[in-house]
Structures are given as structure tokens and as C-alpha cells.
Nanobody, 115 residues
Framework: QVQLVESGGGLVQAGGSLRLSCAAS????????MRWFRQAPGKQREFVAA???????NYGDSVKGRFTISRDNAKNTVFLQMNTLKPEDTAVYYC?????????WGQGTQVTVSS
């Protein structure tokens, strides 16, 4: 079964850090564009970060300088290091794999930042 499974979410105080992981299984994702999105209650899903198969990265304006996306192709895993967290970062974070027009989503992991 091809799937993405996120982990690492939780409750953290403002200014703290969390590291999210997205473990891919069922096939290799080394050629996939891997992305993180998030969705807060009552809001649309928002782009957070992306990393290409070659390691080029891109970030949403609201997280630039605070979040870092990385990937370990040997482990078929993508990471999102989140530093200096703010209450407005509270959301469900989703991992996404895009390749050849096909999108695959994980089930999401909750991140809650308290003030």
C-alpha cells in the first residue's frame, strides 16, 4: 500500500521547536516533489514548504527563516524542522508527494502552539 505517514506533532509553547517527519512507503519517492501544507480551523489549506528530488527548497512567506524542509531519500522520509513557533502556526500539517501529475496525501499531524 502506497502511503505517507506524518508524525512529530504535538503541543509546544510559543518560541519552541518541533520536528515533523513524513515516512513514505509502498514505493520509492526519490523522484517526487515533497511538500508540507497546513490547515488551521476555518481556513484554507496553506503551502508551507517544498523540496525537489535534487534538494532545492521553497517556503511559504509566513515560515521563511523559521522552518526548514529536508529529505532522506535512503529512508524515504521528509522532515520539517519548525523553530520559533508562533500561535498562528497552530494547524494540522499534511505531507504531500507529487510526481507525474499524481498527488498523494498523508493523514496529517496536529501542531498546537500555546501563547
Amino acid at each position: 500500500q502506497v502511503q505517507l505517514v506524518e508524525s512529530g506533532g504535538g503541543l509546544v509553547q510559543a518560541g519552541g521547536s518541533l520536528r515533523l517527519s513524513c515516512a513514505a512507503s509502498g514505493r520509492t519517492f526519490t523522484r517526487s516533489l515533497m511538500r508540507w501544507f497546513r490547515q488551521a480551523p476555518g481556513k484554507q489549506r496553506e503551502f508551507v514548504a517544498a523540496i525537489t528530488s535534487r534538494g532545492s527548497t521553497n517556503y511559504g512567506d509566513s515560515v521563511k527563516g523559521r522552518f526548514t524542509i529536508s529529505r532522506d531519500n535512503a529512508k524515504n522520509t521528509v522532515f520539517l524542522q519548525m523553530n520559533t513557533l508562533k500561535p498562528e502556526d497552530t494547524a494540522v500539517y499534511y505531507c504531500n508527494a507529487w510526481e507525474g501529475g499524481a498527488n498523494l496525501w498523508g493523514q496529517g499531524t496536529q501542531v498546537t502552539v500555546s501563547s
